[in-house]
């Protein structure tokens, strides 16, 4: 009796120790792929703001090289973009012109042996263009985001600088960091560590030291294997649970993970047992063999099935808890774990899905995992799904279980990151024809002037006195043909100059109620059902007017658009630091072809429309650091999406 005992003990511990291996696996992965997540995350947004200081730089660049750009100018852009400083130095490195101290000197005159290399090499016309990246600025405690690009004709450099506090603050906020302090606070874990040769480089609070890589083989094995490795180790003369895995990303191993769980529920068990053994061998000369067997066998089950829904307890919370949506499948593409962000992201709850297929929350996602996974052997890759009008785009990263009849798929929604990426290119795109319009309009105007000055004398000093009528009429077809140049060229000049914002503090349940009154009498007239939903009555900063000629040119895309008995609604929202305003028609909608148009300029489908209305609300908006975009459908209607910050310093 007392070694069949001894024997369940052992099997027990056996399997809480396969329990522990594979929900410690499938933990430690988990943090891994968020880290990476996050890593990637922080690469983007560094390479989108190098992106958008360098566009400004080439503006200015531009400005510069036409001779037309002053100190005061500089500093007017600087306010308006947001720019902490910009300097403009000549080819022997001299500052000459600068949005931040007056007096003009060189360039760190105190400190020019410290210059990026990245400077020197556009001074010395090696480079055209350079990311400097996170810096040093000169007062202590601050950092800066810095870019350059070479002026023109290689006559030195501008260099644009960035206050790095909110870039860095972010990254805080996001970081490795945070998520290994997050998880950590779960009962169970009692330190999350990621290290490598050189010490510590992130772990949960209060650790600060732990034994170094050199020196230990499981923690080297683990930087030369990706697989998760698990010992029993004595952390501060206590014994935990710990699981390694080494992080690599993009080719580079950056450390190992290790995780500490806590093994008291083990050692609590070992106690039980050990008692239980003592006492049957106790009651063995009164009880019959049988039925001792029979009690201890019932009794082992009992606690090793409340070991076990303890792991799974404290495992789940873990994925519960994810910034990402997690869905865990079985060979059979039948839903065994689906957690809370899973269900914001599809809109089911976790009873309408468990043990169901997964085509059950998307059939795009379905056929995706089986082509990228099953077929072509991915452990990444997207999809995207259509929902009412909008589209939206997922990223999903896989990885399977150790006997490969179970898979993790870690979702995240690139969603937001395609609509950045697709106001950028617009961005460079309306640049760029702004840019070939000015320089198109100043070369023709002068010429057009000319042809139109000539028609004036014609017709007043050389009129003929033959077919004078004839003449007059030729005459006059010219004029009026080069008014309408000249007029063209004006759009061209005026849409090429920088608008000048005149941003003050707006009630927006005042704002939006006087649009509504501009609105009401056509809506009545065509009996069309017109909404204003302002939710709240919250302080907005932006410049008014406009704003009001960018939602005024949209309303009225959506009357034109919309049919009688139809329905138009603008409704907003403060979420945070931004604001959202949301046109909607129920009219014609855009088709396909012409959705990823409408914001060119001069790109129109009405005969009286002159196709600068869209390209000019995209000028306005993205003046005020926002963006807009929009989903159709035909036959069903349009959605209009403005997002800019709500809250900024006058």
């Known amino acids: 009796m007392i070694v069949s005992a001894y024997f369940e003990l052992t099997e027990s511990k056996k399997e809480i120790y396969r329990l522990l291996d594979k929900q410690s696996a499938s933990l430690i992965e988990t943090i891994r792929l968020a880290s990476l997540n996050t890593l990637h995350s922080s690469d983007e947004i560094e390479n989108l703001l190098a992106e958008r200081l360098l566009d400004n730089a080439r503006f200015i660049k531009s400005l510069d090289s036409s001779g037309i750009l002053t100190e005061q100018k500089l500093a007017n852009y600087g306010k308006m973009n947001s720019l902490f400083r910009i300097n403009i130095l000549n080819d022997k490195g001299e500052r000459v012109l600068s949005n931040g101290l007056p007096q003009l000197g060189l360039f760190r005159s105190k400190r020019n042996q410290q210059r990026p290399e990245e400077i020197t090499a556009l001074l010395e016309g090696k480079l055209n263009e350079a990311v400097i990246g996170l810096k040093e600025g000169r007062i202590a405690g601050n950092n800066r985001f810095a870019v350059a690009v070479a002026r023109a004709n290689r006559k030195g450099a501008i260099i ?109 068990l070992e106690t039980r047992m050990i008692r239980r053994i003592i006492i049957i061998s106790l009651l063995l000369a009164a009880i019959s063999i049988i039925v001792l067997s029979i009690v201890f066998t019932m009794e082992n089950l009992k606690s090793v099935s409340k070991e076990l829904s303890k792991v799974k307890t404290f495992s789940g919370a873990v994925l519960e808890n994810m910034g990402e949506a997690v869905i865990v499948i079985n060979s059979d593409f039948s839903i065994s774990l689906f957690n809370k962000q899973a269900e914001k992201l599809f809109g089911k709850e976790v009873q309408q899905v468990l043990g169901l297929h997964l085509t059950l929350c998307s059939d795009q996602l379905f056929s995706s995992y089986k082509q990228s996974v099953i077929d072509e052997k991915q452990n990444s890759f997207e999809f995207s799904t259509q929902t009412g009008n909008d589209t939206k785009y997922f990223s999903v990263t896989v990885s399977h279980g150790a006997e490969e009849n179970e898979s993790t798929l870690v979702i995240k929604d690139l969603t937001e990151q395609r609509r950045l990426e697709e106001q950028k290119k617009r961005n460079e795109k309306l640049s760029a024809m702004g840019e070939l319009a000015s320089g198109v309009a100043h070369e023709i105007r002068n010429p057009i002037n000319a042809i139109g000055m000539i028609a004036h004398r014609l017709s007043r000093e050389f009129a003929p006195n033959d077919d004078s009528a004839e003449f007059a009429s030729i005459t006059g077809v010219l004029k009026s043909e080069v008014e309408r140049i000249n007029k063209i060229i004006t759009q061209f000049l005026s849409y090429a100059k920088p608008l000048e914002l005149q941003k003050k503090k707006n009630v927006t349940t005042d704002f939006f109620n006087e649009l509504y009154l501009l609105f009401k009498e056509e809506a009545e007239q065509k009996n069309i059902t017109f909404t204003v939903q302002a939710k709240e009555k919250s302080t907005v900063v932006f410049d008014p007017e406009l704003m009001k000629q960018v939602l005024m040119n949209l309303l009225q895309n959506a009357f034109d658009a919309t049919p009688n008995n139809g329905t138009i609604s603008l409704a907003t929202e403060v979420i945070g630091n931004s604001f959202s305003i949301n046109i909607s028609d129920s009219g014609r909608g855009i088709s396909e072809q012409n959705l990823s148009k409408i914001f060119n300029l001069y790109f129109t489908t009405r005969k009286d429309g002159n196709g600068l209305g869209l390209s000019i609300a995209q000028k306005i908006v993205n003046q005020h650091n926002g963006t807009i975009y929009v989903t159709s459908k035909v036959n069903e209607g349009t959605t209009f999406t403005i997002t800019i910050p709500a809250y900024e310093k006058l």
């Open 160 to 268: 644009i600088n960035l206050d790095a506090a909110s870039l860095l603050a972010f990254r805080k906020k996001i970081g490795i960091g945070k998520i290994v302090q997050d998880i950590a606070e779960n009962p169970g874990i009692v330190y999350i560590v990621l290290q490598d040769s050189g010490g510590v480089l992130t772990a949960s609070k209060g650790i600060t030291t732990i034994n170094a890589i050199q020196g230990d083989a499981l923690l080297q094995q683990a930087l030369q294997e990706d697989k998760p490795l698990t010992r029993e180790f004595t952390y501060r003369n206590t014994k935990v649970y710990e699981v390694i895995q080494q992080l690599k990303f993009e080719g580079e191993t950056i450390g190992v993970f290790r995780i500490g769980l806590a093994m008291d529920e083990i050692k609590n």
